[in-house]
């Protein structure tokens, strides 16, 4: 009986588990990103992100927290900011 000296049969199940839970752990970080919520490294852990809509009568800068997020676009005077942590801004 010849035996492989490359990968024997444990090797690839321990692959494969492998493989599968990396996966698992990746499909649930991407399912909390589309829901909506970010990873906070200051406080290690998930928070649900908001959004918030300005429009204006005519063209605007937009500022968060002095800095210059955008202007409101040509045509509705409008702008959406998306991805923002709970707090004060």
Do not use: E, H, W
């Amino acid at each position: 009986m010849l035996k492989s000296t490359l990968m024997t049969k444990k090797t690839k199940r321990v692959l494969f588990y492998a493989a599968v839970a990396v996966f698992l752990f990746l499909s649930y970080i991407a399912v909390l990103y589309a829901q909506g919520y970010k990873f906070s490294f200051d406080d290690f852990r998930f928070y649900r992100t908001g959004s918030m809509y300005v429009k204006a009568n005519s063209d605007a800068k937009i500022y968060l927290d002095d800095k210059l997020i955008g202007a409101t676009s040509f045509l509705g005077n409008s702008k959406n900011i998306n991805g923002l942590l709970p707090g004060i801004y």
